[in-house]
């Protein structure tokens, strides 16, 4: 029969190999995680132009916008202007909101504001409500898309400019007084348009003579 002390050895040198095999991968992951990734849509990590976390969140949304304009595409502008119900937004309006939303981040990351520059261009559409449902209309898909990659165009050649230090810079007070960075600010971008990209559908669904969205 073994000895306790035998069996503990053998788990304690077993334990050993495997921290050092890890140890031992884990500049190699490093590395890996810092080299530009494959130029593919759907490879999440660094990019060319940009440092590594800054590459890797461009990635993300560059992903999260290909998906909200493949929800939106082939819309005609009655399918943009359709209002669902007299609380809804429509499916431009909502498209406007997120050009909005990535220009209010670039004067808060960028500049330092807490307020938009334009207001008398952005606050209705940051707004919505009743004054988005009163004024956003009548343009067509080519409108709101141009706008969103005027907007985008601008966010990225900012971010070429900056490194993953400025990327970890932590505003103080931010959401609700709590300490924010500038990750976080960005990946909110992401996350809000991951949310109206819902809404958008839904609303898609029940356009009329629409066969429903299927979500």
């Known amino acids: 029969m073994k000895s306790e002390t035998t069996t503990s050895r053998r788990g304690f040198i077993k334990t050993t190999a495997a921290v050092t095999a890890g140890l031992t991968a884990f500049p190699t992951m490093l590395m890996a995680a810092d080299s530009t990734?494959?130029?593919s849509l759907h490879i999440i990590g660094p990019k060319e132009g940009y440092?590594?976390?800054?590459?890797t969140l461009v990635s993300m949304m560059?992903?999260?916008?290909?998906?909200?304009?493949?929800?939106?595409?082939g819309l005609k502008q009655e399918d943009l202007d359709y209002l669902h119900d007299p609380k809804s937004n429509t499916i431009g309006a909502m498209l406007l909101h997120l050009a909005a939303t990535e220009t209010y981040y670039q004067g808060n990351t960028f500049e330092g504001l807490r307020e938009?520059?334009?207001?008398?261009?952005w606050s209705i559409p940051m707004g919505l409500g009743e004054e988005g449902r009163k004024t956003i209309k009548g343009h067509d898909l080519a409108y709101y898309v141009n706008i969103l990659t005027e907007t985008r165009e601008k966010t990225l050649a900012e971010l070429r400019k900056r490194d993953d230090k400025w990327l970890m810079t932590i505003d103080p007070k931010f959401f609700g007084g709590q300490p924010t960075n500038n990750y976080c600010k960005w990946f909110h971008v992401v996350e809000h348009?991951?949310?109206h990209n819902g809404q958008i559908k839904w609303i898609k669904g029940r356009l009329p003579g629409a066969a429903g969205s299927g979500d």
């Open 193 to 195: 348009e991951s949310n």
């Open 62 to 73: 560059n992903w999260m916008r290909e998906t909200v304009l493949r929800s939106v595409k």
């Open 51 to 55: 440092s590594p976390q800054v590459g």
């Open 116 to 121: 938009f520059k334009d207001k008398a261009t």
């Open 37 to 39: 990734t494959e130029d």
